[in-house]
């Protein structure tokens, strides 16, 4: 694949669709099991992560196709709060990592073009990021290997942070 018929585009409020499709496949599914209704994603705990985007102080990029236009792929940063913590949640101040590729795109280095980039771009205040992460999700390892470490691990899901240097 050539990064070259791709480009990177800002997130922005008319794109809820297209993040309720994300937000969808953003859900780990392991080997062998079959896919939850679509209607799980309209869940209170999952719909925050996308509910009421704000450009102003949301960060999220996605991949678009050069010549088709279409979108298939995105990762986006997200501020929770004591009182409505994300399943990534370490503090307010450190926003979480949501990311997600549509499946017959996955496995061509998009999940790190995407994570670099918003790595690239943190404003100047925000030296941390979190997630969350199944222990047996295989992009666990391009976590890793992007330099997010293991805050902590409960139940087989790890709650992973990168720090800037």
Same mark, same amino acid.
């Given at each position: 694949?050539?990064?070259?018929?791709?480009?990177?585009?800002?997130?922005?409020?008319?794109?809820?669709?297209?993040?309720?499709?994300?937000?969808?496949?953003? /859900?780990? %599914?392991?080997?062998?099991?079959?896919?939850?209704?679509? !209607? @799980?994603?309209?869940?209170?705990?999952?719909?925050?992560?996308?509910? &009421? +985007? $704000?450009?102003?102080?949301?960060?999220?990029?996605? %991949? %678009?196709?050069? &010549?088709?236009?279409?979108?298939?792929?995105?990762? +986006?940063?997200?501020?929770?709060?004591?009182?409505?913590?994300?399943?990534?949640? /370490?503090?307010? $101040?450190?926003?979480?990592?949501?990311?997600? /590729?549509?499946?017959?795109?996955?496995?061509?280095?998009?999940?790190?073009?995407?994570?670099?980039?918003?790595?690239?771009?943190?404003?100047?205040? @925000? !030296?941390?990021?979190?997630?969350?992460?199944?222990?047996?999700?295989?992009?666990?390892? *391009?976590?890793?290997?992007?330099?997010? &470490?293991?805050?902590? /691990? !409960?139940?087989?899901?790890?709650?992973? @942070?990168? !720090? &800037? *240097?």
């Amino acid at each position: 694949m050539s990064y070259s018929n791709y480009y990177l585009k800002s997130i922005e409020k008319g794109e809820l669709s297209f993040l309720e499709d994300m937000l969808f496949y953003a /859900i780990y %599914v392991g080997e062998g099991n079959s896919l939850p209704s679509r !209607n @799980i994603i309209y869940d209170p705990n999952l719909y925050k992560y996308i509910d &009421k +985007w $704000d450009k102003n102080k949301d960060i999220g990029v996605m %991949v %678009v196709d050069e &010549k088709t236009s279409k979108k298939f792929g995105a990762a +986006w940063l997200r501020l929770f709060c004591q009182n409505n913590k994300g399943y990534g949640y /370490i503090s307010g $101040d450190i926003p979480e990592l949501s990311i997600a /590729i549509y499946p017959e795109y996955r496995g061509n280095g998009l999940g790190t073009l995407l994570i670099n980039h918003l790595i690239n771009e943190l404003p100047a205040h @925000i !030296n941390s990021i979190s997630l969350s992460v199944d222990t047996q999700n295989p992009a666990k390892r *391009l976590y890793e290997r992007l330099g997010f &470490k293991d805050y902590s /691990i !409960n139940d087989g899901t790890a709650i992973m @942070i990168f !720090n &800037k *240097l």
